[in-house]
């Protein structure tokens, strides 16, 4: 609620289990999550469908500006963005099991995706926080043949 003119902002959040267990960090579910996703009658389109599944961010009211960045650049994340702004572990869950199931071609089509509010890539985003992921992200750049992704936005 806006204290100054007694308008509410609303904010209305759509995300996956998968999204939520990375957001909060929970490095047993997503891998439990992953675990229902190894079944071999699971194809490689729903496994697509899990992992290009994006975050909705829905604002309304006057001042929908008063909410964190944090909050606002959740918008249009895949399970990529948000494992490399919050749980590098997570994402060396996903890259493993991508390449356990030879779905690694898959892996460059998810990494450049683009975010809705500031078009970020899950790169964008690993590159600009002080942990592991660019160096998981770049491992598997490097394996698909696709450095220069990397070195582009890092120089």
């Known amino acids: 609620l806006d204290s100054n003119t007694n308008s ?15 957001i909060s960090k929970q490095v047993s579910i997503v891998a ?18 899990v992992f290009t599944a994006k975050t909705k961010t829905l604002f309304s009211g006057d001042d929908a500006n008063i909410l964190s960045h944090d909050v606002r650049s ?16 997570c994402l060396s869950i996903l ?21 809705a509010d500031i078009q970020n890539t ?19 750049i490097v394996i698909l043949g696709k450095h220069h992704h990397l070195t582009t936005i890092l120089h």
Not at 32 to 49: F, G, P, S, V, W
Not at 122 to 140: F, I, Q, W
Request: glycine fraction near 2%.
């Open 122 to 140: 899950p790169l964008h985003v690993a590159a600009t926080l002080p942990n592991t992921s660019v160096l998981r992200l770049e491992y598997s």
């Open 32 to 49: 439990r999550i992953i675990e229902h996703l190894r079944d071999d009658n699971t194809n490689a389109e729903n496994i697509k469908d």
């Open 8 to 22: 509410a902002t609303t904010v209305r959040m759509e995300i996956t289990t998968l999204h939520l267990a990375i």
């Open 95 to 115: 890259l493993q099991f991508l390449r356990r199931k030879g779905l690694i071609k898959h892996i460059p089509i998810l990494l450049e995706e683009k975010d």
């Open 74 to 89: 959740m918008d249009g994340m895949n399970c990529f963005h948000l494992s490399c702004k919050y749980s590098p572990e």
